[in-house]
């Protein structure tokens, strides 16, 4: 998957698979370049690798907590701008972030349209780009911003959960994705439907996107779904 400008980088720093993972697809949804870290010193590792635009950072941590990798962040000059995710949400915590150099704070559970609002706040005030509208992967392509796909030069015309799936394929590109993770970000955690609803989409999918090339929908057996050159 390919973007013309650069994105917004963003490093996610948290412990939790599961939520590492919704803000990572959250994420990649809308058009960040988005790094995982687990641990206190893989972040401060990645910060210096990756050079993010913006950190999403747990305050609780199996080996540093936030508090004190922000402390030893800008000890070291680092000033990138830290969004700290936590279910500690008294006031002394929260003032104890804030004056040690973090930019903001949201309390778990969290919404992950408001962390995305947050993080397109704070990468504004840096002049940069909030995410991508372009997307590719061989010769397909989607524009956010025109609402349309194109595979090999020609317009594919999808229903707006087609489109919707497709965009979560195309930018999770390589990765494998569950049914119950489609279900999730497609359809929403309320959905009350049936879960074969997935399979019908895809084989929509399938349909308009692989009759005009290569396919590039896979099925990976007992696990779920991803898009790649095949």
Do not use: C
């Not at 790094?35 to 635009?53: K, N, Q």
């Not at 995305?116 to 989607?142: C, H, K, N, P, T």
């Not at 049914?179 to 955690?189: P, S």
Request: without cysteine; proline residues 4%; negative net charge.
């Amino acid at each position: 998957m390919t973007t013309p400008d650069r994105a917004g980088r963003v490093l996610v720093v948290d412990d939790e698979d599961n939520i590492t993972f919704l803000l990572d697809s959250a994420l990649r949804h809308f058009g960040f370049d988005v790094r995982v870290a687990a641990t206190g010193r893989a972040a401060l590792s990645d910060v210096e690798a990756f050079s993010p635009d913006v950190v999403l950072l747990d305050v609780m941590l199996p080996d540093l907590d936030g508090f004190e990798i922000v402390r030893r962040m800008r000890m070291h000059g680092t000033k990138v701008p830290v969004l700290f995710l936590t279910a500690r949400d008294t006031v002394d915590d929260k003032v104890r972030g804030l004056t040690l150099g973090g930019d903001d704070y949201v309390t778990k559970p969290f919404s992950l349209e408001e962390v995305v609002a947050r993080i397109q706040v704070i990468l504004r005030r840096q002049g940069l780009s909030a995410g991508s509208s372009r997307f590719e992967l061989a010769d397909l392509e989607m524009d956010d911003e025109a609402h349309l796909v194109r595979r090999a030069g020609q317009v594919i015309d999808l229903s707006p959960t087609e489109y919707k799936l497709l965009r979560f394929l195309l930018v999770n590109a390589g990765r494998v994705l569950s049914r119950n993770q489609i279900l999730d970000h497609v359809w929403e955690y309320d959905f009350g439907g049936h879960a074969t609803v997935v399979e019908t989409y895809i084989s929509y999918l399938r349909k308009k996107v692989d009759q005009l090339g290569p396919p590039l929908i896979q099925t990976i057996r007992g696990i779920g779904y991803t898009l790649r050159v095949p």
